[in-house]
């Protein structure tokens, strides 16, 4: 379900991605108060893109307590390319300009909340490779669980 709620933020309001190239990847630290211990990593992989057909193809994953899932997600071009935008096309999109620190860095970020009958999410949006998310926090308001998702690193491809 994580993977659906981030990746629809994503192809809706990413604004920030440089131009794509296959094998581009993003890693991040991944933490969860769901169930004490569940800390990991989530890893984005573009594999194929068509410009054209405004489709890309992702390989995901997940890694939890030692277990690895890999899944490929479909994601739109566009989601890839709406290029360095500035903060004019942040806020008019109900974002906020933030500057903030994760493993990777420090960013000057675009920060998105939104909230559904679910749960509140904030995202902050960069011109990092793959799908531009810096930062990602989600807070469940069935069981006020949180899950954190910070840059570690990402890698342009040759």
């Not at 969860?32 to 893109?49: I, N, R």
């Not at 990777?104 to 675009?110: D, E, F, L, V």
Request: hydrophobic share 40%; glycine share 6%.
């Amino acid at each position: 379900m994580l993977k659906f709620i981030v990746l629809g933020m994503l192809v809706t309001i990413s604004a920030f991605a440089a131009a794509p190239k296959v094998g581009d990847s993003a890693t991040y630290d991944l933490h969860t108060s769901q169930s004490p211990g569940d800390t990991g990593t989530l890893t984005w992989e573009l594999v194929s893109f068509d410009a054209a057909a405004n489709t890309s193809l992702l390989n995901q994953t997940i890694t939890i307590r030692g277990n690895t899932k890999v899944d490929q997600v479909a994601n739109t071009y566009e989601a890839l390319t709406l290029g360095d935008r500035d903060m004019t096309y942040c806020t008019a999109q109900g974002g906020v300009a933030d500057t903030i620190e994760v493993p990777a860095g420090r960013y000057t970020t675009c920060r998105i909340a939104a909230e559904d009958a679910n749960s509140q999410t904030t995202v902050w949006f960069s011109g990092v490779p793959v799908l531009s998310m810096v930062k990602f926090i989600q807070i469940s308001k069935a069981d006020n669980s949180k899950t954190e998702i910070d840059l570690r690193e990402f890698k342009k491809a040759l």
